[in-house]
Structures are given as C-alpha cells and as structure tokens.
C-alpha cells in the first residue's frame, strides 16, 4: 500500500517522496546519481530505463504528473556514486613516492625553474585529488597551462593520467571553452579533468568570464528529469594547452594561469597514476592545501610576466616612464597617451593605459573629482612620436 493515501473525499494518489519511492521499489528499480558525470541513472536488474520508462509507470498507477520526474531526481540525487574517489582509493598507497618521476616526465624550457615545475604540478594534481574527494564547496585555484610547441605531447600526457579505459569518461580532451554557450559549460564540468584546447582562442571570446568561469564553485545546470536548472557541487579541474608563447592578454592579473613552458612531455610512462593520486590523497588528509602560497604566487607572478602579450599601448608607456624624474604630474589615463601622442584616444585605450599604469604605479587617486596617478614621462620629440602614432592600426 502506499504510504500517503489520497485526502478525504479525492481518489487520485498524492504524488509525494514517499509514494514515488514506494512505486520504483515495488518494481525494483535503483536509482543512483554520478557526482562526477552529474548524470543520473535508473536501473531494473541490469536493464537500464528511460524517462519514458518511469513516466509509464508512474500513469499506470495513478502517479502521473508533471512532478513525478523531478521527485524521480531528487531520490536519485540522494544515492550518490563517485567513480573517480572510488579508484582513487581502490587501493592504499604503497608508501613508494612517484611524484618526482611524475614531474621528470615534463620537460621544461632550459630557463625554466624546475622547482616551478614541481610545485606548479603538485598544486594542481592535490586539486584534482580536492576535486573528488572534497565533502563539498570545492573551488579550483588554477589552471595548469602547459605552453609549447604542437606535438610535444601536451594533450596525451593529460590523458595518461588515468587508465585508458576511464579517459573518454572521465577526461575531457581540446574542448572549446566557450563560457556563453550552455551546452559547453556542461560538456566540461561533466568530466574530471577538463583540456581546453587552443587556450589563446578562448581569451579572445571574453577572457573575464572565462576566468570566473574556470575558478567557480558551484555549476547551475538543468539536468534530464529535472525541469529547471540545480545547483551541484563542481567536480572538475582545468588545465589548458597553448601553443603562442604571449598568449596571456588579461591586464588584470594571471595568477589563475599556472604556466609551464614545456619543451617535451613523457606521456608513454609506465607510472601507476591511481598510486599517485592514492600518495596526493594521504597529504589532502593530513591537511595539505591545494593552491599556492604567498612565495609560489609571487614566483609564479614574475614567471608569467614572460607569457603576456605586449600591446603598442603597453610598449608606448614603458618606454615614456621615468622612474628617475622626482617631480611626476597628475594625469589621467587619456592625458597620458595624448603625452604619448594618441590624439583623441578613445574609450577603450583609455582603459587599456589605465590597466598598464595601475600595474605600475597602483591605484589612482581621486583628484578634484577625476581619477589620476602621478606620473613622469621622459621628454623626446612629439614628431617623432606622432608619425610613429600615424603608422599604427587600431
């Protein structure tokens, strides 16, 4: 019998929690709901059902609504599963460290520091281990670039980090990220690991929002049975692969880009990669953090400087300051690029010369009403400057 009966004086059965999982547990049906694939599934023996399937039974007996699907979630949403935890602690680690042959399989630029490289891949691989493993609230704090050369095996070397047989559902490889468009936002956070491919070409689309995108912690999505979107946990960790050495063009910062110049990547190692994340697991527990400290923020900040791409803008007033000069003057932003002989420079390069002189010399100050930083320029010859301004594009 189900549990809640119709009200007095009506026929029709209520459709509520407790009659919904009376009904599937009377025809043996198991719900369950994969955090990692944000997927839910329903299962009769090993027959896997529709929602056609369930919405037929739910008609025959007297369970028909609009409704029934969405309580169908829910219930599903109550008996989750974790693939990746689940091989991550398929077995205890050994005890036998393979996280600095891990590293050893990345080779870097020769300036490179290879303790950046180190530290850079720990970081993100924790935040993988977070990503599975984390209660809830899990929010990634970089994204591992790796920066080189096509065919050095940037790609093969993200997909060997888990078995063969896990990568096409667990790995999401050249995915192109495009923050505005529903169904790419949803092909990525329904993976572990996320590729995006051609990282540069995501920049141009909107670089901000990609970079909120990519850090949150929350995805709002509508998934099948349910009629409008959820909120669920994120899952899913990013890395990018770029081939363009300047390929950082945010003026606002780059300490979400954890980039390392790569010359080569061993992706045929024979690592035991569920021994490596098993070792991440046992320092997640103990307490260890995932995103970088002060002095890794720090070197990775002066590292990334090499990565940025360097507008006609940028080199004009590099080239004009005078850290010397003890008698700066307040300027705004377009003041500064008529100094440099801009004439009538528009919105956008005033806010593009903002950016560049609120890396150098901080914040503007409020002056009689209008934002100013105090400036000095080195003197040369407007002609100059001016024919040179003539030959530039914008």
């Known amino acids: 019998m189900f549990p809640d009966q119709p009200f007095p004086g009506l026929k029709r059965l209520p459709v509520t929690l407790a009659n919904v999982r009376y009904l599937l547990d009377a025809n043996g049906i198991e719900l369950g709901y994969n955090v990692i694939k944000k997927q839910l599934s329903s299962r009769r023996g090993s027959t896997d059902l529709e929602e056609c399937d369930l919405q037929s039974l739910a008609n025959l007996n007297g369970l028909g609504s609009n409704q029934f699907l969405d309580f169908v979630g829910t219930l599903a949403r109550r008996n989750p599963s974790n693939p990746v935890a689940d091989w991550i602690d398929s077995q205890p680690w050994d005890g036998t460290d393979r996280l600095e042959a891990l590293y050893a399989t990345v080779e870097v630029q020769e300036d ?87 990282l540069d070409s995501s920049f141009r689309k909107d670089v901000a929002r990609i970079k909120g995108f990519l850090t949150n912690s929350i995805d709002k999505l509508r998934l099948p049975y349910a009629r409008s979107p959820i909120e669920m946990d994120r899952r899913t960790v990013f890395a990018g692969t770029v081939n363009e050495w300047n390929f950082l063009i945010d003026p606002t910062g780059n300490s979400r880009w954890w980039t390392i110049p790569v010359t080569k990547l061993d992706f045929g190692h024979d690592i035991d990669t569920q021994q490596v994340f098993a070792q991440l697991a046992v320092d997640y527990r103990n307490g260890e953090q995932w995103w970088l400290n002060r002095p890794e923020e720090d070197l990775l900040a002066s590292l990334n400087i090499a990565h940025q791409s360097v507008s006609v803008i940028e080199e004009r007033i590099l080239e004009r300051i005078d850290q010397a000069d003890k008698k700066p003057r307040s300027m705004t932003a377009s003041k500064v690029l008529e100094e440099l002989g801009f004439r009538n420079p528009s919105n956008a390069q005033a806010k593009e010369a903002g950016a560049v002189l609120r890396s150098i010399y901080g914040p503007p100050k409020r002056i009689q009403g209008i934002m100013k930083w105090r400036v000095s320029l080195l003197e040369v010859d407007m002609a100059t400057w001016q024919a040179a301004e003539a030959d530039v594009i914008y």
């Not at 924790?126 to 899990?138: D, I, K, N, Q, T």
């Not at 970089?142 to 047989?165: C, D, M, N």
């Open 112 to 198: 490179y520091p290879i303790y950046a490289r180190n530290f850079l891949l720990r970081r993100w691989l924790l935040s993988c281990v977070a990503a599975a493993l984390e209660p809830s609230g899990f929010k990634a704090r970089g994204v591992l670039v790796f920066q080189g050369e096509q065919g050095v095996g940037k790609t093969s070397w993200i997909a060997r980090l888990v078995p063969a047989p896990m990568t096409a559902e667990w790995v999401k490889l050249d995915h192109h990220l495009d923050a505005h468009n529903k169904d790419s936002i949803f092909g990525a956070v329904t993976h572990w690991v996320v590729e995006v491919g051609e």
